[in-house]
């Protein structure tokens, strides 16, 4: 086929698709050129169609226009691609919003300098005494000496061991003196106590001698029985043979009380008896004259004097040694239960929450 035949095809099928999208949309369509510049679409083709001069087909136009878009309104091409991702993270963001930027910070209610860095310098007490102390709160060296001036008008009692039982004039107030008691091995408690009429004495506060009367030691291995099963009882028992039967004693003539020399048989029975005389005694080595006994003395054994006796009638039944009669603390007299006292003593508290138990007379330091 001819050049010019294709050309002259060429250009009406371009001027047929020029005049189709003119009827269509009422309008010329127009593109950008190379430079930026808006042309007509059809400007354009038929500028196409005389570049062609019989070298360009149908298919030479149709690539060379996928190197163009077509205008869509007031639209322009963007040198980046803004992506449906990107259009819903506008969206979501509000008008005229910051980036972060603190409008104000106050401090107790007064509000703060913004440096232009956009930094605020709050500044903040590092030490105790750069706050307010109105609370009227106190210094450590206040608490010790608040404490030290408590405890020495307390008048508590502190506890000090001791040969023996200090004498009264050496004896101090407010100290109980340990004495150590060798017989019941443990530490009896003496304490300078002032009686009614303003005087002083040593009294015994603490007895720690126990009445052990109404208890037996305790032996490995054995253990509490309904009956006392004694010594004798086992010697008896070890001395039936197993199996053995109940015996029956032969029968012998009886004989009234008196005091008789025994015969015993080969069984170990008192087969016979004979009245026994002064010269079977005297031949045991016994005086035949009466003995006498002088009164028992501290180095001597012998017979209880009239006057001995008369001391032990006068000592009550289960009367003890030192039984505490009366115990009193700054004069009032204290009750004495089960043959113990027991002296409340004011307790002393060092620390920064009010302390469980307190009670009236007890002394509180709170420590900050």
């Known amino acids: 086929m001819a050049t010019s035949v294709k050309n002259a095809i060429v250009r009406a099928l371009v001027e047929g698709v020029i005049t189709d999208l003119m009827l269509k949309t009422n ?29 360009a087909t149908p298919e030479d136009i149709t690539n ?42 106050k401090v107790n209610g007064t509000a703060q300098t913004i440096a232009s860095d956009k930094s605020v310098n709050i500044t903040v007490p590092t030490k105790v005494s750069q706050l307010t102390n109105d609370s009227s709160y106190q210094t450590k060296s206040q608490v010790d000496t608040a404490v030290a001036a408590g405890v020495a008008n307390s008048k508590h009692a502190s506890f000090k061991k001791a040969s023996s039982v200090p004498a009264v004039a050496d004896a101090k ?28 004495k040593m009294e015994q506060l603490d ?20 009956n006392d099963f004694t010594a004798a009882y086992k010697t008896k028992l070890d001395g039936i043979a197993t ?12 004989q009234s009380s008196g005091f008789w020399k025994v015969t015993v048989d ?28 002088a009164d028992a003395t501290q180095s001597a054994h012998g017979l209880m004097t009239a006057a001995d006796k008369k001391k032990l009638d006068g000592i009550a039944s289960g009367a003890q040694v030192n039984v505490i009669e009366s115990i009193k ?10 043959k113990g006292v027991n002296i409340a ?23 900050l």
């Open 27 to 55: 309008t010329d369509n127009v593109v950008l050129d190379d430079n930026g510049t808006e042309v007509t679409l059809s400007a354009k083709l038929a500028e196409y169609i005389a570049a062609l001069n019989g070298k």
């Open 64 to 105: 060379a226009l996928n190197s163009y878009v077509k205008k869509d309104g007031s639209k322009v091409l963007s040198t980046n691609d803004f992506t449906t991702d990107l259009l819903n993270k506008l969206n979501g963001i509000a008008a005229g919003a910051q980036v972060n930027k603190i409008e104000t910070i």
């Open 173 to 200: 107030e407010n100290i109980l003196y340990l004495v150590w008691n060798s017989t019941t091995r443990h530490y009896d408690i003496y304490a300078k106590v002032e009686d009614s009429s303003g005087n002083f």
């Open 207 to 226: 007895d720690t001698t126990v009445d052990l009367s109404g208890y037996v030691q305790k032996v490995s291995g054995k253990g509490l029985s309904t």
């Open 243 to 254: 199996g053995a039967n109940k015996y029956t004693h032969p029968s012998y003539t009886a």
């Open 266 to 293: 080969a069984t170990g029975h008192v087969s016979a008896v004979t009245a026994v005389t002064k010269a079977d005694i005297t031949n045991l080595g016994i005086p035949s004259t009466n003995t006498t006994y």
């Open 329 to 338: 603390v700054n004069g009032t007299a204290q009750t004495v239960t089960s």
């Open 345 to 367: 003593m004011p307790v002393i508290y060092a620390q920064a929450s009010e302390p469980t138990g307190l009670k009236a007379g007890d002394l509180w330091f709170q420590i």
